[in-house]
Structure formats: C-alpha cells, structure tokens
C-alpha cells in the first residue's frame, strides 16, 4: 500500500471551514425574509404594524398574524410574552433594524416584586428560606432566577438543602395542573430578597416561541430564554423547522425540541438538566441538521444529557452534525433506538469533568441499526464513541479522530463493521481498553489502521478487547505506553481460541501479536509529540502534531497520513468521503 508521508497533522479547523463559520452573535440584519408585520418597544398596537409604524406586542402581531406571513422583531427590543403558532401552516419571525443594538428577546420569565417574598416557616426552613406561591401548569419545570449577569443560583433539593445553601432556591418536580405549589429561595448571601435590592424572576410561559402546524417554522436571529415548559424556549411539532443565528437558553430539561429541519449558526446554553438541541419524535423521511452550533453550560449545574439528543427515532431519519463546538455537558451526540444514519464531522468537545461520551447510541437494542460516519472530532472525553448495544445493521466509520480519553476510543457490542482511520488518541484506558468491541457478532469487521494510540498511566492495560469470531485487519499503527509500562496486551477472541499479543512487557514480544496476521508494518514507539496533548485541558488547542523523527511518518500513521489510495468501504458515501477530503 502506497503510504503519505506528511509530517504534520491537519488541523479539523481547515481555513476553508474556518471561514464559513460564524458566531451566532455575529447577527445580520438580512435574513433573506421581509417582514409583513413589525414589533418594536417603541411601537404602539394601535399604529398599522409597518415599519415605519410598528406595533408593540407580540401579541398583538399574532392577533393580525395568518399563515406564511413573516413577523419582525427589532434588534434590541425586548418582549415578556410568547409566539405560540398553534394553527398555523407556515410561520417565520425575524430580527430587523441594526444588529449592533442586539438581538430581539423573547424571556418567558417574569420578575418576582420583592414585597411578594415571605419568610418562610415549613419543615426545614430556619430564618434564611423566603417562599412565593404559584398555580402548576402541566409539563412545567420551574426556575428562580437572580437578574445579575453571569450569577445562577443552585436548584436545592428540599427545603432544608436550601436552608443550608446560600444561593440556592427549591422546587418540586411533582405537579398537579390548577393546584398551588411554593417556590422557595435562600438568597446569595443569606440577605432578605425583600431588602437586599436583588432582582428575581421566576419561569412562568411555557414557550417562548412554539409552533404545532404541519408546514415550516422559519427563525432568523432571535434570542428566547427561561421557558417553563421542559420543551424548552423554541418548540416545533409535526413540521419542519429552519433556524439560523438563534440563541436558546437557560431552560430547564430542553433548550429547543424539533421533529424535523436545520439549526444553524445558533447558540445553545445553561439547560439545568437534559439536552440542549433534541430532535423529538420523528418519522419517516425527515432529516435533522445542525450546522455550525455552539453548546455549551456554563453556569455548570447538573448537565446530565447531551449538547445534541436525537430521541425516539426508529424511522429511518438522516441526521447531520457540522462544526458542533460544545463543553461542559456530559455527552456530545447522542441517539436513542437509533436507525437510519448519523454523520458528526468536525466536532470539538469537552465533556464535564471528562466523565462523558462524544457520540453514544443509547437504547440502540430496540433498533434496527444504521450507518455512523464519525470525521476529524476533537474532544476531551471519558469515550469518543460508545453504544451498549447497536442494531445488526449498524456500520461505523471514524476518520481522523484526535482526542484525550480517559476510558474507550471506542466500546460497542454487535456492529456489522467498525473502520477507524488516522487516528491520533491518547487513551488511559482505566477501565477498559482503548478499542473495547465485546461480544460482536461472527459477522462482525473490524478495521483499525494508520493510527497512534498513546496509554499513559500505570498498570495492567489493554490497547484492544474484541471478542468472538470479529474479521480483524490492523496495520500500520503505532502504539505506545508510557508511565510504568505493563503488563499490557492485545486480545483477540476469535471462536474457542483467545489470542494474546503478549503476557507481561508489551513492549518486547508484538512478533507473537503479528503471527495472527495483524500489524505486520505497527511498531511501538514513542510517537514524538511535539506538544504532550495529555496536558491538554483546552480541547479546542489540542495539538497532535509529531516532531521530523517520529515513528508515525515513518509507518504511516495519524491523521493525514492515510494513503491516498485507500479504498473506502462501499456504503460511506461521496459527500462524507469528500468531507474526508478524499474525492
């Protein structure tokens, strides 16, 4: 095989794509949507809702609203109400004026007044818990928020957490629709909310911009905070959605939740608990974008699910995830009975605390399974790609990953093929290994090729586990571990007879490995780093370049060192192979 002998990695942030990107703050006041109706703080709903005479309300732009209208909201305007397209077939809202005054906000909080405030006196308050009341709404998730910039207060877990937690405010989960329920609140500082000159608000609409009809939801530019709805600030159902240059944030279980369409150039942040982005529901033939999105949580509380949840999805769909940059959750992209395919390229993550996985299939037993095309992610991670158990269909293909791992580059069970193509991976494979495939299918084909895989650390490791009866085919890696080194292997399961690369010191005996025909050109070698990339905590400066003499342009291995005559497998398709920068 004619190998490349290119001294330095490519960068996934080629200029080409660096270019195209722009922040969601980077507003334009062209959306390529002319408004029919314009709202404005300084209008007045009396006037005839033109530009020169815009209206004040939402509400009453929604009352003169009809189908594939489009709505203005003026840049630096700001609206307590909600856009709810219940009917409507066709709906588009869109930011007008100049893009430097900021954008159109729809907050679908209201601001407690401090005299509403009583110190509370139930079980577990002790001085320091003040507490307001309000009617339960059905699928709410209630937040208090404290109106200083960049300051969130913790969500307790009782009453009396909340006495202890300066900080911190208590509500419960458990509703009843109609039925009084108590927010409760123990100020920063343990001061009265009713002296202290402290603004407060509390989540009272459930959606900021909601839309239930079957044609398409069009948002160019708006930012839609605080919704009390788990849903999230921005909902679209039985439709398609089109979203470009948005800000969702500071939801509780969902930022956004869509059933079928693109997100694009967006801004997700601070969902206190659950998902960021979620595809909902969908069926047959619908397909799921998201292009060029940051997520992230930066107020760092709870983040249990992922920047990306594509969720009850046995039909098929397409999904596509471009230039997604997210830190601070606890997953990347993540599937629920996936089938159909799903591409993530040019992914740059950091999971919380590293605990988290770039791109898992959840649930993927109920599945049929499909087909994964994974291309040049960067992240910081406990996993870059896991799935507890896939579909018999599913195929997955990883391209010049680059990344810091603290547990698997890859763990899955019963995929038909696993290709994985250029890597450079450092993996300390505490519990596991870097390549975990257990208990694959005899049908099963595994591909690990011009890859460095790096395993710091101590002890017992293993650089790969597969198990019973995979088609292997290794080659032209270089592997290294550096610490204490071993004892460590590589084992292969294959019918009734268990391969080993070596029993103690694996740095002396890969010939008996390469008696089973695998890593006949691999080494283990120091790859020569020109920048550790374990001490990395940045994961958008991870840096795997290689110094002139490393091992891994000599074999051939690392991103941008697969040869240019590799042969892709039959079912990646032209668009990702481009996206490979293959033709």
């Known amino acids: 095989s004619r190998r490349s002998v290119m001294p330095a990695i490519r960068s996934p942030l080629r200029p080409a794509i660096r270019g195209a990107l722009r922040s969601p703050f980077d507003v334009r006041s062209g959306t390529g949507l002319t408004p029919d109706y314009y709202v404005s703080n300084s209008g007045n709903d009396s006037n005839a809702g033109t530009l020169a005479a815009p209206f004040a309300t939402l509400a009453k732009a929604l009352s003169v609203f009809t189908t594939g209208k489009v709505i203005g909201l003026k840049y630096g305007s700001s609206w307590r109400e909600s856009l709810d397209f219940l009917t409507a077939t066709n709906a588009a809202v869109v930011a007008y004026g100049n893009p430097t005054d900021g954008l159109p906000l729809i907050d679908c909080s209201d601001p407690v007044t401090a005299g509403t405030w009583v110190l509370s006196v139930d079980s577990g308050a002790a001085g320091n818990v003040y507490e307001i009341s ?15 910039p960049g300051v969130y207060l913790i969500r307790a877990t009782s009453v009396a957490n909340c006495q202890a937690t300066p900080g911190s405010y208590y ?21 009265s909310p009713i002296t202290n000159g402290v603004s407060y608000s509390v989540a009272e609409r459930p959606n900021a911009i909601s839309h239930d009809g079957v044609g398409t939801l069009r ?39 869509l059933e079928n369409g693109t997100v694009s150039n967006c801004n997700f942040d601070n969902a206190a608990a659950g998902t960021n982005i979620t595809f909902a529901a969908n069926a047959v033939g619908k397909v799921a974008n998201i292009l060029n999105c940051t997520v992230n949580n930066t107020r760092g509380i709870i983040a249990d699910g992922p920047a990306v949840f594509f ?29 159909g395919t799903l591409l993530v390229a040019d992914m740059v993550i950091k999971t919380v605390s590293n605990q988290g996985t770039a791109v898992d299939l959840t649930d993927g037993y109920n599945s049929a399974g499909g087909d994964v095309w994974i291309i040049r992610p960067k992240c910081i991670s406990k996993k870059l790609f896991g799935a507890a158990q896939t579909g018999a269909a599913t195929r997955v293909f990883i391209w010049e990953p680059q990344c810091v791992i603290t547990e698997d580059i890859v763990r899955m069970l019963n995929a038909t093929e696993v290709h994985i193509l250029g890597a450079a991976c ?16 005899g049908r099963s084909k595994i591909t690990v090729k011009h890859c ?10 293993n650089f790969a586990y597969l198990d019973n009866g995979v088609s292997l085919d290794m080659d032209y890696n270089v592997y290294w ?36 025909g695998q890593d006949a050109h691999s080494v283990i070698a120091d790859p020569l780093w020109v920048n550790d990339p374990y001490a990395v905590t940045d994961e958008a400066l991870l840096d795997f370049s290689v110094s002139g003499s490393s091992p891994a342009i000599t074999v051939g291995a690392g991103p941008g060192r697969v040869p240019l005559d590799y042969v892709f497998p039959s079912w990646v398709p032209a668009d990702v192979r481009a996206l490979c920068g293959r033709a």
């Not at 509500?171 to 001061?191: E, Q, R």
Request: hydrophobic share 30%; glycine share 12%; charged share 15%.
């Open 426 to 441: 450092v993996s300390s494979g505490l519990t596991g290994a870097p390549l975990t495939m257990q208990d694959p299918l």
């Open 311 to 339: 969720h009850g999805n046995s039909f098929g769909m397409a999904r596509r995830v471009q230039n997604l940059r997210s830190n601070g959750l606890s997953y990347g992209v993540t599937c629920a009975d996936f089938d």
């Open 452 to 461: 460095i895989i790096d395993m710091p650390g101590t002890g017992p490791r």
């Open 134 to 148: 309000r009617v339960a709404l059905t699928y709410q998730h209630q937040q208090v928020f404290q109106n200083t």
């Open 481 to 516: 571990m550096r610490g204490t080194v071993g004892p460590g292997d590589m084992r292969w399961n294959k019918g009734a007879t268990t391969y080993y690369s070596f029993d103690n010191d694996f740095g002396v005996p890969l010939p008996f490995w390469q008696q089973t």
């Open 219 to 257: 948002l160019r530019n708006l930012r839609c905070i605080r919704a009390l709805h788990h849903d999230g600030p921005i909902r679209q159902g039985n439709g398609t959605a089109e979203i470009d240059g948005c800000y969702s944030n500071e939801s509780y279980i969902h930022n956004t939740v």
């Open 171 to 191: 509500v419960t989960d458990t509703f009843t629709n109609g039925v009084s329920y108590k927010i409760y609140l123990h100020p920063i500082g343990s001061t």
